[in-house]
């Protein structure tokens, strides 16, 4: 039986369409966008640039866009999305399950009241982990307070295992939560990344490589003070930084005085990726816990290229293996930082990405789209969940 699922998203962002795509060739998906996001609006989320998307977002399922009422719209703060329109919305659907990516937006708890008004099971997909939590007193309100909350939800769809872990902290019982992983495109990035791939320098020189906005809490530093802890270690490498933000200028002079041959592409589209990522020997990702995952991760992997990551970075229990798919670093703790990534230049990359490919099997649309309906079918066949 085809289910009827609602979905609501603050915006059309490119790692979700392959997860809509993958829904609507399986169940009766409807999509509502909270704000319809401008140029303007990307460059003020953090990219460091105004910018449109080179990639179509909106084919291939149905979408529409709400009518949004905030007095500023945006998807940064709370208020800013504002649909009160998505009640009637949810009266008249005949949903079978509706989902909602998180509570940090006006937008997602009128849709979550309009559930329970017209007794449409809710499910929330988010991706939190507990490394990033508040202490003191703010974490003692938390502690309280989200045991209740997320009693609002008639289940839970955990992205990996620190996701998990979150809710398993706050109370959801394992009889509420289902495994629909982060994701990618990844036929998209393995197809083009396939066909940009490039015979290794003569000289026997890596590419170390950051994707990514250029901002403290991604520590982009970390990665020139590392690769030139490398260099004057007499390895052959150089850095690509593909991204744009407000460290870029204390980025380029890190590099100059760390004697680091470094290249600056400045923000790169969606459609350019998969070719810096297969010139690339390994992606550097040494993110504080503000990054749930990294799906950054995910687009390298897919196009074969192992990673590193901080001990912070949510995404590390799932997608990186030591020694085998990439290694781990602790936060904050460049000569560590150094040894991993020239561990992981030392893999054999046959093997890697081949292990590589067999990871990217699981945190898939259609593995997290298995997940969905699985929770989905479970809420319309009236199963209680403990």
Not at 137 to 160: S, T
Request: with cysteine.
């Amino acid at each position: 039986m085809r289910r009827r699922v609602g979905y609501l998203a603050s915006h059309p962002i490119q790692y979700y369409t392959p997860l809509f795509r993958e829904l609507a060739r399986r169940c009766d998906l409807t999509v509502y966008f909270a704000h319809r996001q401008d140029a303007a609006g990307q460059g003020q989320a953090g990219y460091g640039v105004g910018f449109d998307w080179d990639v179509d977002l909106l084919s291939g399922y149905e979408n529409r866009f709400l009518e949004n009422v905030a007095r500023v719209p945006s998807t940064q703060s709370f208020a800013g999305c504002n649909t009160p329109g998505i009640a009637d919305l949810i009266s008249q659907g005949r949903f079978d399950a509706f989902v909602v990516p998180g509570w940090s937006l006006r937008s997602y708890w009128q849709a979550v009241r309009a559930c329970r008004r017209a007794r449409v099971p809710v499910m929330v997909r988010g991706d939190s982990q507990l490394a990033g939590q508040r202490r003191g007193a703010v974490g003692r309100v938390k502690g309280v307070v989200f045991p209740h909350m997320l009693k609002q939800f008639d289940a839970c769809l955990y992205v990996g295992r620190r996701n998990r872990e979150y809710l398993e902290h706050y109370g959801v019982p394992a009889g509420r939560m289902f495994f629909s992983p982060h994701c990618v495109d990844n036929d998209f990035f393995r197809r083009l990344s396939d066909g940009a791939r490039t015979p290794r320098a003569a000289d026997g020189r890596r590419r170390v490589l950051f994707v990514g906005r250029l901002v403290d809490s991604k520590r982009p530093l970390d990665v020139a003070q590392a690769v030139s802890r490398l260099s004057a270690d007499g390895q052959p490498v150089e850095l690509v930084v593909a991204g744009a933000g407000e460290l870029r200028g204390r980025m380029e002079e890190a590099a100059r005085t760390g004697g680091v041959d470094a290249r600056f592409l400045g923000f790169v589209n969606q459609s350019q990726l998969p070719s810096v990522y297969a010139s690339s020997d390994v992606l550097v990702l040494p993110s504080t816990a503000v990054e749930t995952w990294g799906l950054v991760v995910n687009e390298a992997m897919a196009c074969g290229v192992p990673a590193v990551v901080s001990d912070a970075v949510g995404c590390g229990p799932d997608l990186i293996e030591p020694g085998i798919t990439g290694a781990v670093a602790p936060l904050d703790d460049v000569p560590a930082l150094a040894a991993a990534i020239s561990s992981v230049l030392a893999l054999d990359i046959g093997m890697t990405r081949r292990a590589l490919a067999e990871r990217m099997e699981t945190y898939s649309p259609a593995r997290a789209a298995d997940g969905l309906l699985e929770a989905a079918d479970a809420l319309a066949s009236g199963n209680r969940l403990r």
